[in-house]
C-alpha cells in the first residue's frame, strides 16, 4: 500500500480510478468538492470568466494535489473547474477523509507537505503575476514543471501564464537565442 492509500486510509484496490483525458471532474458551482490525488497523469484547475475566457490557475502532474480548497474547507459551491488533460489515474478523496483526526504523526507530515508544496507554489505564481516579466514567469513554470512544457500545448502554458500563445512563443525564441 503506498503512502497516499495510508494517509486517507484507502483501500488499495479501490482507492484509484482511471478517467479518460477531457473528462471534467469537477465544474464551478458544483457543491463542496473533492481533493484528487494524480497517480499518473495530469489535471488542470481553471476558471470561466463572464467573457467566456479560460484562466488555467494551477496544474496537477503525478504526486500533486488538486483541491478547491474554499469549497472543501468552507462547504462552498465549487469555483474552480477540473479537467484532466491526460488519461489519469486518479485517488479521489472526500472531505471526511482529509481531515481525518487520527492521522499518525508521520501521515500528517506527509499530507502537510503536499499542501504546503501547492501552497508556496501558489504564493509565488501570485507573487510573479503581480511583479514579474512575463519571462520570469515562464522561467518559473519551467523550474516548478520542468516535464510539462513537452506534455503541453503552448495556449494552455501561455494561459496559466496570462499572456497570449505568441507572446509565449517570442520568449521562447529568446531564451533559445541566448543559450
Known amino acids: 500500500m503506498n ?3 495510508i494517509l486517507f486510509n484507502l483501500n488499495t484496490d479501490s482507492a484509484s480510478k482511471i478517467y479518460k483525458k477531457g473528462t471534467i471532474l469537477q465544474r ?3 457543491p463542496s468538492s473533492h ?3 494524480v497517480k499518473k497523469g495530469l489535471l488542470k484547475s481553471y476558471t470561466i470568466d463572464k ?3 479560460e484562466h488555467i490557475f494551477m496544474f ?3 504526486g500533486w ?5 474554499e469549497s472543501q474547507e468552507f462547504n462552498k459551491e465549487a469555483v474552480l473547474f477540473f479537467e484532466c488533460l491526460e488519461d489519469s489515474d486518479l485517488i479521489k ?5 482529509s481531515t ?4 499518525s504523526k508521520e501521515q500528517y507530515l506527509h499530507m502537510s507537505s503536499l499542501l504546503l508544496r501547492r501552497v508556496g507554489v501558489l504564493q509565488r505564481r501570485i507573487i510573479m503575476l503581480m511583479s514579474a516579466s512575463a519571462k520570469e514567469r515562464y522561467e518559473h513554470f519551467l523550474e516548478t514543471y520542468p516535464e510539462l512544457p513537452n506534455r503541453l500545448p503552448q495556449r494552455l502554458i501561455a494561459s496559466y501564464l496570462g499572456i497570449t500563445p505568441e507572446a509565449l512563443s517570442k520568449i521562447r525564441g529568446e531564451m533559445l537565442r541566448e543559450k
Do not use: H
Not at 494535489?65 to 480548497?69: R, V
Not at 478523496?93 to 477523509?97: L, P, V, W
Not at 481525518?100 to 492521522?103: H, P, V, Y
Open 3 to 5: 503512502n497516499i492509500n
Open 28 to 30: 464551478a458551482g458544483d
Open 35 to 37: 481533493l484528487y490525488y
Open 51 to 53: 467573457k467566456g475566457k
Open 60 to 62: 496537477a502532474p503525478e
Open 65 to 69: 494535489l488538486m483541491s478547491d480548497i
Open 93 to 97: 478523496i472526500s472531505k471526511e477523509q
Open 100 to 103: 481525518r483526526d487520527d492521522l
